[in-house]
């Protein structure tokens, strides 16, 4: 099975690099041109079901697609990005410049009630997980979900621990191509493509 793994358009907060979390921030005008975008691309990709995060950008963004795609849509509160605690809807740079070192960034988010590394990536690899098992009779799906929460797949497949903003970069409605298989009852996941853009006008 070949799974889409995708972001959201942009919105302004991504404009003005502002951290979303959990905040309700829908798409801004050029955020719904790249979700209609990133639509044409997958027309004629055999796309059988999408499963979405909850919030707003990315229910509006899969909105556009299935008005293409017309295909099931299941929305998880499980693929939310994630949630910085107070930081919510503040600056990233602030952010950063309170954040000492990398070592120290759980203990930030114990201290201003975000998302432990281990918890937000645990919780975000569960349902990526659950899903591809629960679809291996497809043949093609689409995942739509949030910066963070790509690279958290991405970084889980490579076996790296690394997982800080832009140490990978996930554009608004890029895409990812990974294969799922499941052989002798093992699951396997390769990655074909990272951060596909070309789509995008």
């Given at each position: 099975m070949k799974i889409y793994l995708c972001r959201h358009g942009e919105t302004d907060y991504n404009k003005?690099?502002?951290?979303m979390g959990h905040l309700?921030?829908?798409?801004?005008?050029?955020?719904?041109?790249?979700a209609q975008d990133l639509a044409n691309e997958l027309k004629?990709?055999?796309?059988?079901?999408i499963f979405s995060s909850d919030l707003i950008r990315t229910v509006e963004t899969t909105k556009i697609i299935n008005s293409t795609l017309?295909?099931?849509v299941t929305y998880y509160e499980e693929l939310r990005e994630h949630s910085l605690?107070?930081?919510?809807?503040?600056?990233?740079?602030?952010?950063?410049?309170?954040?000492?070192?990398?070592e120290k960034f759980?203990?930030?988010?114990?201290?201003?009630?975000?998302?432990?590394?281990?918890?937000?990536?645990?919780?975000?690899w569960a349902i990526f997980e659950n899903i591809a098992k629960m679809n291996k009779e497809k043949e093609n799906i689409l995942i739509l979900t949030h910066g963070g929460c790509n690279r958290s797949v991405i970084?889980?497949?490579?076996?790296?621990?690394?997982?800080?903003?832009?140490?990978?970069?996930?554009?608004?409605?890029?895409?990812?191509?990974?294969?799922y298989t499941n052989k002798?009852?093992?699951?396997?996941?390769?990655?074909?493509?990272?951060?596909?853009?070309?789509?995008?006008s």
């Open positions: 003005n690099r502002l951290i309700p921030i829908p798409l801004n005008e050029t955020g719904k041109k790249q004629d990709k055999g796309i059988e079901a017309n295909v099931p605690g107070k930081y919510d809807g503040r600056g990233v740079d602030e952010f950063l410049g309170e954040l000492d070192t990398l759980d203990d930030l988010m114990v201290k201003i009630g975000g998302e432990t590394t281990g918890v937000f990536v645990n919780r975000v970084l889980k497949i490579l076996g790296s621990s690394e997982l800080i903003f832009d140490n990978l970069k996930q554009d608004n409605c890029c895409i990812n191509e990974i294969i002798g009852g093992k699951d396997n996941f390769l990655i074909e493509s990272v951060n596909h853009m070309c789509h995008i």
